[in-house]
């Protein structure tokens, strides 16, 4: 029985395969319409999700199986003091995949650890968001048509921003890869991310405060949110939450086949004048997660189609 906690947990042949999945629901969606008849998926959100959860549940439902759901820790068990641990253990018993976002780091981990069907990681604290990588790497390939030889910016809050850790990660493995990590000095990328995926990688990077300077260089530009909720006190998330914001204006330094993408939510750091350039994929991206969705639960449920 496979879980999915960390990007790494997946090849790149197997991401090849996920991808190549996706497009085939995209090309036939009928095909698969009763690939999951009769399972259930559990969808165990201990922190808020717009896209992630109603994508993972609308997946399974085109999929033809069923969603049971917690969408609140406060009306779950965990308010009464269960153990991410109990609570793995419990649903296991309910439905045939689980996935989870958590608060903390290392709960999906404990979680798969513990439950007797396959876990999905749908974001554990600052930590990781493999699934969002899917769905990045989706909209990369359908937007770009490839993964090596390209430059990309990640830019915003790359210490706590999870997307980001994962996407690096994921990247990282194929060649001629350059990173431009683009944030204030005090939202740099963690130095186990920088260590583990770049400097022993043979990715490049630099980093820099400036994204005015960077933009013309790059391929992708991957736009994310300062993550509040993981700040300590309110002060320093309103000194940096606007430290960049992308408007049509800056967009002109950019290629003419560049790309936007952003996880989403996003708050300030896109301009709504940005959404009519075709260079802004962030919704496509928000689609192409369900796709990715799909076809992960396919594989690690073993259904073939
Ligand atoms: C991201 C997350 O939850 O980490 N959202 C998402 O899943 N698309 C990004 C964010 O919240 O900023």
Partial sequence: MRSLIDILDLSTDE????????LDIIADPDKYADACRRKKLATLFFEPSTRTRMS?????YELGGHVISMTDAATSSASKGESVADTARIVSCYADIIAMR????GAAFVAAQNASVPVINAGDGGHCHPTQTLA???????EIGRFSDMTVGLCGDLKF???VHSLILAMSRYTGIKFVLIS???LRLPDYVREDALCRGSAEFYETSSLEETLPELDVLYMTRVQRERF????DYVRLKDSYVLTRDKLRAAKRDMRVLHPLPRVNEISVDVDGDPRAAYFRQAANGKYMRMALILMLLGIKV
């Fill in 56 to 60: 993972f549940e609308a997946a399974m």
């Fill in 161 to 163: 921003g999870r997307t």
């Fill in 232 to 235: 300590f006190n309110e002060e």
């Fill in 136 to 142: 990045d790497l989706l909209t990369i390939r359908r």
């Fill in 184 to 186: 204030p000095d005090e």
């Fill in 15 to 22: 991401l090849d395969a996920l991808i190549n999945t996706a």
């Fill in 102 to 105: 958590h608060p903390k780091e």
